[in-house]
Nanobody, 122 residues
């Protein structure tokens, strides 16, 4: 059974940085992709970033380009989301997701983590 465990959320002041990590267990991903999504209260879950396992191809939402970086550690089955210059509007629960084939910015991923809270104070 695949499990995704997110770590690294917390409270930070505007302009600060946080690093989220997501460790995947239960299978080895040689294809497909990992993604990060976020959901603020009363809003739909939205795409943040995605990276493919095999080629490291990345996609970032326009709202986070230039501030967030997604990277992957294939040996550790782990994906990281480095978040810099954080803004109050980045406040949300951040979810890690895994997809067994292809890469997409849509929410149709096969596996999801429980989520980690990120709060950016002004």
């Amino acid at each position: 059974q695949v499990q995704l465990a997110e770590t690294g959320g917390g409270v930070v002041q505007a302009g600060g940085s946080l690093r989220l990590s997501c460790a995947a267990s239960g299978r080895t991903f040689s294809s497909g992709a990992m993604g990060w999504f976020r959901q603020a209260p009363g809003q739909e879950r939205e795409f943040v970033a995605a990276i493919s396992w095999s080629l490291g191809r990345t996609y970032l939402a326009d709202s986070v380009k230039g501030r967030f970086t997604i990277s992957i550690d294939n040996a550790k089955n782990t994906v990281h989301l480095e978040m810099n210059s954080l803004k109050p509007e980045d406040t949300a629960v951040y979810f890690c997701a895994a997809r067994t084939f292809g890469i997409t910015t849509r929410t149709d991923y096969n596996y999801w983590g429980q989520g980690t809270q990120v709060t950016v104070s002004s």
